[in-house]
T-cell receptor, first 111, second 112 residues
């Protein structure tokens, strides 16, 4: 039973480029959450999605960040025109409504 | 903001019990206490959760005080692989909306 999968595991971008982070939830899970962890800090909630719907995006920065969870395929967290402050570990989690199971994360480095 | 208070760090000798405290004095009647841990920047790992009764699973035990204002996570025989940051989180469970709000957690160091 495969766990939550994220790719890429490491992503390097130059300032101004776009970053796309993918998350495949556990089989049968229809809830996906994205969290961000800045260096030496705790995890911060970003967005909660169900299939084709954004349920709560209260933690998403107002600009440059977007997320989707299409009917088919993985959830995508997209960061446009990245800046150095976007360097962080991005974790997604999936759930059936109770416990959340986390993926290994994507470490984004912006040069 | 997190609704819990935890000590920033703790030490434990390998093979001994690790007792990690958590204060949640403003917990509501329908909120559960959850524990997660994060080993060296890996994804957080669910450990255990409870409402008011003590709980035990293969990883740990959770002791919740009668007034539910505090709890203790017990790792009965800590190993070096239990070195991690442990997060105590309170939230409403089972309502289909379960955003986790992480605090700073307790950094547990297990030493030989």
């Amino acid at each position: 039973n495969a766990g939550v999968m994220q790719n890429p595991r490491h992503l390097v971008r130059r300032r101004g480029q776009e970053a796309r982070l993918r998350c495949s939830p556990m089989k049968g899970h229809s809830h996906v959450y994205w969290y961000r962890q800045l260096p030496e800090e705790g995890l911060k909630f970003m967005v909660y999605l169900q299939k084709e719907n954004i349920i709560d995006e209260s933690g998403m920065p107002k600009e440059r960040f977007s997320a989707e969870f299409p009917k088919e395929g993985p959830s995508i967290l997209r960061i446009q025109q990245v800046v150095r402050g976007d360097s962080a570990a991005y974790f997604c989690a999936s759930s059936t409504g109770d416990e959340q199971f986390f993926g290994p994360g994507t470490r984004l480095t912006v040069l | 903001d997190a609704k819990t208070t935890q000590p920033p760090s703790m030490d434990c000798a390998e093979g001994r019990a690790a007792n990690l405290p958590c204060n949640h004095s403003t917990i509501s009647g329908n909120e559960y206490v959850y524990w997660y841990r994060q080993i060296h920047s890996q994804g957080p790992q669910y450990i255990i959760h409870g409402l008011k009764n003590n709980e035990t699973n293969e990883m740990a035990s959770l002791i919740i005080t009668e007034d539910r204002k505090s709890s203790t996570l017990i790792l009965p025989h800590a190993t070096l692989r239990d070195t991690a940051v442990y997060y105590c989180i309170v939230r409403v469970a089972g309502d289909g909306y379960n955003k986790l709000i992480f605090g700073a957690g307790t950094r547990l160091a297990v030493h030989p």
